[in-house]
Every structure is written in C-alpha cells, then in structure tokens.
C-alpha cells in the first residue's frame, strides 16, 4: 500500500483555508467543492456491484497478501497474522489462548509450537513428548484430520474467496482512509452485511474486511509483495509419526 503523501495533504489543507476566506463576487472562488476521487483510481465513482467486482479482480491477481485479524467460526476466535501466497504460506494462529505457527511449502504442511501447546493437545498425558516437539517444525501428514483443518489457514485462493463476500444487498457508505490510504466502503445490507474498504490509490485492492455479525475484523496489506518461503533444517523438523493430536 502507498500511504498518500504529504504534500497531497497540505494542498488539501490549504484549499480549504483558501475556500473557506476568499469570496469572489459570484460566491466561493471556483473549484472549492473539493472532489474526494480526484487523483484516484477512480473506482469511488462506480456504482456497489462494480467496485464489488473490481476489487475482487484485483484481489485474484495479486501473487501475495498479508492478512491480519480476527476470525470467528463456530463460536471460537482464532486471531491471524498470515503473509499468503500461491505456493505456500507463513505465519501464526493463535485460539483459546495458545498460539502456533504454520508452514506451508507446496503440499507440506509444518506446525509449530511450544510445550505448553503440546501438552494441552495431548491432555497432558505425556509430556515429554511435548517438550520433543517445544519449537520444532512438526510435519503435519496430509491424511491426518489436522491436514485439513489447518491448511486452510495458508491457503490463500481459499481465504480470499470465504472472507471477501459482503451479505445481502450491495451499497456504499462514503470515502474512508486505512492506514493513510484513501478508501471507498462497501456494505452489505447498510452495513449489518459486513463492510469492506477498498483502495482508491493503485489497484482497488481490499484493505479492511468487518465481518457480518461480528464474525471479526481482517486487514489486508502487502498486496503483491513477495517474501520467501525456507523449509526448515533437518534439526528444527519432526516427524510426528502418527496422527496429531485431534484437540
């Protein structure tokens, strides 16, 4: 994301003040009504369905994101902090209390935690297994419950398709700023449908997602910048051997 410069701030500052003190005998002087999609990438002008369409184009031709938030499913909320790309993914989860980060390269799937996590998955029934694993990358098999449940975490085509969707009918609710980045809002429903602020600098990327029914709150940022993926050492990896631990 850009943040919008600062010389672009104070000439709005100073149109203002100018607006505001000099009158020309036909009323304010020309061209004081301020139009908050100059200099933009014009999609604050469309109507709901196509800014809707826009940015979820732009979305999907992204190559990554970083995707940060809360996320409420099933009466549980996972917090999330996920750098997202097409081959892989990093970063932490954390649930009830317990933190754990996950890796992704290709079809592998890595989770890593401390004792404490351990021990809780496994009721505490053995913790010196527990502190085998404290902080080291565990191989999730791909046939094991645990595959599925957390893979979607990384998955980014998965996460963008299940969180960018507003419900009920489409609307806007003005021009917004996130991070320093000039937004239009969508809303589903006035808003009781959720909310999504979309960029109005580059592409209409989306950068702030409220969830309907207050199913959590999800930035998005980092669009399109790359970052590398590095399989652990053979030391930091261990091979679970048998299905993890399904708490």
Not at 172 to 177: I, L, S, V, W
Not at 186 to 203: A, I, M, P, R
């Amino acid at each position: 994301m850009t943040a919008i410069p600062l010389g672009r701030t104070r000439r709005t500052a100073l149109v203002s003040a100018m607006c505001t003190l000099v009158v020309t005998g036909t009323g304010l002087l020309s061209g004081c009504s301020e139009d908050p999609d100059a200099g933009t990438n014009g999609v604050g002008k469309l109507p709901a369905d196509q800014i809707q369409s826009k940015t979820r184009a732009a979305a999907e031709s992204a190559d990554s994101v970083r995707l940060s938030g809360n996320v409420v499913t099933n009466g549980r909320t996972y917090k999330l902090d996920m750098r997202l790309k097409s081959d892989g993914a990093t970063g932490t989860v954390t649930a009830q209390g317990g933190a754990f980060g996950l890796l992704r390269i290709g079809e592998q799937l890595y989770l890593k935690a401390d004792s404490a996590f351990w021990n809780h998955a496994d009721g505490d029934k053995d913790a010196s297994a527990a502190g085998k694993l404290d902080g080291k990358y565990v191989k999730v098999p791909q046939g094991d419950p645990s595959y599925k449940k957390f893979v979607g975490f990384t998955d980014m085509d998965v996460l963008l398709d299940g969180l960018l969707t507003l419900h009920g009918s489409l609307g806007t609710d003005g021009h917004h700023e996130q991070a320093g980045t000039p937004t239009i809002r969508l809303t589903g429903d006035e808003g009781s449908g959720g909310t999504l602020d979309v960029s109005l600098e580059g592409k209409p990327y989306p950068l702030l997602l409220v969830r309907a029914g207050g199913a959590g709150t999800l930035a998005f940022s980092s669009w399109g910048k790359d970052f590398a993926l590095t399989k652990p050492d053979k030391n930091e990896t261990v091979d679970y051997g048998k299905k993890l631990p399904a708490s």
